[in-house]
C-alpha cells in the first residue's frame, strides 16, 4: 500500500503553487489532510474549528469531507496568508475564514462547540488548550499534527511537545490515538 497516493482536492495544486511563491512553508502534509477529510465526512452537518489557516492547504481537505450543511470557521493571524485562502474558499458560505490572533479568538468565543477541532497553531495546542478541548462536543474529535520531533524545531520545543502529550494523556474525558505516521498526529475523540 502506498499511503502517498492519494487523490488531491479541489484547489489543492492552485494552492500549493500560490503558496510556494510566497514562501509559506508550514502546510500539514498529505496524509494528515487526508486523514481529516475521511474524518469530517464521518458526520453529516458538521462544525469544524481549524486554528491555524496558513493559505489554506488543509482547509482543501476539510472542505472536501463537508456536506453542503457544514460549518468551518478557521483562524489565521496572516493577512498575507489568508488572502489566499481568501481567493479560494471566500466565496464559500459554508466557510468563514477569520483573520485574528487565535487565543483572543479562542477567548471570545470560548462558548462555541464543534464536531472536529484541528489545532495547527500555538492556540489550542500550547496555549488555551483547555478552552479549546472544552469546545469538543461529545463524541466529537480534537486532532493536531507535527508531534513527532523533528530536524528543525527550535530549542526546547520538544519538551513543549512531550508535555502537551503527557498532558492530553491525563484526560480521562478524551479516547486517545498517537500516530507515528505522517508528521506526528494525536487523533482524540471527547468520551
Ligand atoms: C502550521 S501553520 C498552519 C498550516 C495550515 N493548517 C495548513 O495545513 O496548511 C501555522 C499557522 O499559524 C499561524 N499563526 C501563528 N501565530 C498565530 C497567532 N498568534 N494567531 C493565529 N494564527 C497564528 C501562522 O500564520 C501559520 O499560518
Not at 9 to 30: T, V
Not at 82 to 104: H, P, T
Not at 160 to 187: C, H, P
Request: contains cysteine.
Amino acid at each position: 500500500m502506498d499511503d502517498f497516493q492519494i487523490a488531491l482536492p479541489k484547489y489543492y495544486q492552485e494552492i500549493q503553487a500560490a503558496s510556494e511563491q510566497i514562501g509559506f512553508n508550514m502546510p500539514s502534509d498529505l496524509q494528515t489532510g487526508s486523514l481529516l477529510k475521511t474524518l469530517v465526512a464521518s458526520k453529516p452537518e458538521t462544525s469544524i474549528l481549524e486554528l491555524g489557516t496558513g493559505t489554506g492547504l488543509a482547509l482543501c481537505w476539510l472542505a472536501e469531507g463537508m456536506d453542503k450543511n457544514a460549518q468551518i470557521t478557521t483562524v489565521d493571524n496572516s493577512e498575507e496568508f489568508l488572502a489566499i485562502a481568501q481567493k479560494y474558499f471566500g466565496s464559500d458560505s459554508r466557510i468563514n475564514i477569520v483573520c485574528e490572533d487565535g487565543s483572543k479568538w479562542v477567548e471570545a468565543n470560548k462558548a462555541q462547540k464543534f464536531d472536529l477541532i484541528f489545532a495547527d497553531t500555538w492556540a489550542g495546542k500550547y496555549t488555551e488548550l483547555d478552552e479549546v478541548l472544552a469546545m469538543v462536543k461529545k463524541g466529537g474529535f480534537y486532532i493536531i499534527d507535527d508531534m513527532q520531533e523533528q530536524a528543525n524545531w527550535p530549542e526546547g520545543h520538544a519538551e513543549k511537545a512531550a508535555k502537551l502529550l503527557a498532558y492530553l494523556e491525563t484526560r480521562q474525558d478524551f479516547s486517545i490515538t498517537k500516530m507515528n505516521w505522517s508528521t506526528g498526529i494525536v487523533l482524540a475523540t471527547k468520551l
